[in-house]
Structures are given as structure tokens and as C-alpha cells.
């Protein structure tokens, strides 16, 4: 079955940069794409980029394309989002998600980013 | 930008029942929505896509209906595994979120 895996939680310091995984199983790596979205608690979701596993192509919300580098490593089927200079607007949960049936078809579990000092 | 205006935000209903939400888009999103479930500590789960194909393993209790920029999705036959937040998606142009709908069981 498909699964996305992502780890639980991150603890970062403000002005750090942070990069979290989602490995991917059960389905072909290089013929989904990879979104990955955000979370601010009590908000709603932001649609923050994707990347083609196929062949590293890469889409960027605007608003995001100072912030975050979306990365793969084929060889294990896992996509990486980096998000750098971290502020307390970034903590916030962080799902990646596979485009499937047109649209997003199976997502993670999440991602959840603390910045704190 | 392409804006989705869900509502409500939140809705109690009780066993048995039928609820309906709606997305508004701020322009022509030719059926291209989808609906989900979202539980707390879980990854949000596809119920509907292209306004009413439902996923396969989605029970018949959920639909979806709409085109232009009005869209709706219900769910009749309320049980008590329905209680979730429930959001759109747009996906004709990039992707946009409708802001969500908590639904709890009176």
C-alpha cells in the first residue's frame, strides 16, 4: 500500500535551517509527483511546492521560494524539503503528499516544526 | 490567486443525520476539487476527487457535487468515525486549500 513516512517532530532555534524527509513505499518513486503543504496551528493549509522524482523538476509557491528547497534522493525514495532562516512563522505542521487521481492522493502524517530558542 | 471560501468552519449534527458543506472559488475552477477527512495526528485522507468521483474504499454516504465556482459535499448517515475536519482543495490552477470545516456529532 502506498505510505508516505515522515518524521514526528523537529526542534529548531530561530535563524537555523531545518530539513525534513518523507520516504516513500509501496508505488513507483520517479512517477508521482511530491507536494508538501503547510499547517500554522488554528490555520488553514498553504500549498508550499513540488518536485518531480523523475526528473528533479521543481514548482515553488512564490511566497515560499525564499524559504524552501525541495530535494530528492531516488535511491531511497525520499523527497526532502529544507526550509532555511527559520522564525516562529515556521513553526507549523509540514505534510508532504503524492499526486495522484489529478490531485493529492495520499499524504504523510506530518512534520510538526518548533521554532524555539 | 485562486481563493476557496469554505463553510462553516464548524458544524454539530447528530447520528444518523446529514450534513453539507460548501467551497465557493473566486473563479471557474472547472470541477477540479477534492474533498477530504482530516483527523487530528493523521495525514489528511482523499474522499473525493474531480467534484463527485468518489476514491475507491470511500463509503456511498459521501458525495460531492457542484461546478463553475460553486461545489458542495455532504455526508448522510452521520457515524461516529465521521467526526473530523473536512476541507476542499482546488487543483485547477496550482493548488488551493478551503479554510475547513470541523464537524462534531451532537
Known amino acids: 500500500q502506498v505510505q508516505l513516512q515522515q518524521p514526528g517532530a523537529e526542534l529548531v532555534k530561530p535563524g537555523a535551517s531545518v530539513k525534513m524527509s518523507c520516504k516513500a513505499s509501496g508505488y513507483t518513486f520517479t512517477s508521482y509527483w511530491i507536494n508538501w503543504v503547510k499547517q500554522r496551528p488554528g490555520q488553514g493549509l498553504e500549498w508550499i511546492g513540488d518536485i518531480y522524482p523523475g526528473r528533479g523538476i521543481t514548482n515553488y509557491n512564490e511566497k515560499f521560494k525564499s524559504k524552501a528547497t525541495l530535494t530528492l534522493d531516488t535511491s531511497s525514495s525520499t523527497a526532502y524539503m529544507q526550509l532555511s532562516s527559520l522564525t516562529s512563522e515556521d513553526s507549523a505542521v509540514y505534510y508532504c503528499?503524492?499526486?495522484?487521481?489529478?490531485?493529492?492522493?495520499?499524504w504523510g502524517q506530518g512534520t510538526s516544526v518548533i521554532v524555539s530558542s | 490567486d485562486i481563493q476557496m471560501t469554505q463553510s462553516p468552519s464548524s458544524l454539530s449534527a447528530s447520528l444518523g443525520g446529514r450534513v453539507t458543506i460548501t467551497c465557493k472559488a473566486s473563479?471557474?475552477?472547472?470541477?477540479?476539487i477534492a474533498w477530504y477527512q482530516h483527523k487530528p495526528g493523521k495525514g489528511p485522507r482523499l474522499l473525493i476527487h474531480?467534484?463527485?468521483t468518489l476514491q475507491p474504499g470511500i463509503p456511498s454516504r459521501f458525495s460531492g457535487s457542484g461546478s463553475g465556482r460553486d461545489y458542495s459535499f455532504s455526508i448522510r448517515s452521520l457515524e461516529p468515525e465521521d467526526i473530523a475536519t473536512y476541507f476542499c482543495?482546488?487543483?485547477?490552477?496550482?493548488?488551493?486549500f478551503g479554510g475547513g470545516t470541523k464537524l462534531e456529532i451532537k
Open positions: 482543495l482546488q487543483y485547477d490552477i496550482l493548488w488551493t
Open positions: 473563479q471557474d475552477i472547472n470541477k477540479y
Open positions: 503528499s503524492r499526486r495522484g487521481a489529478g490531485t493529492m492522493d495520499y
Open positions: 474531480y467534484t463527485s
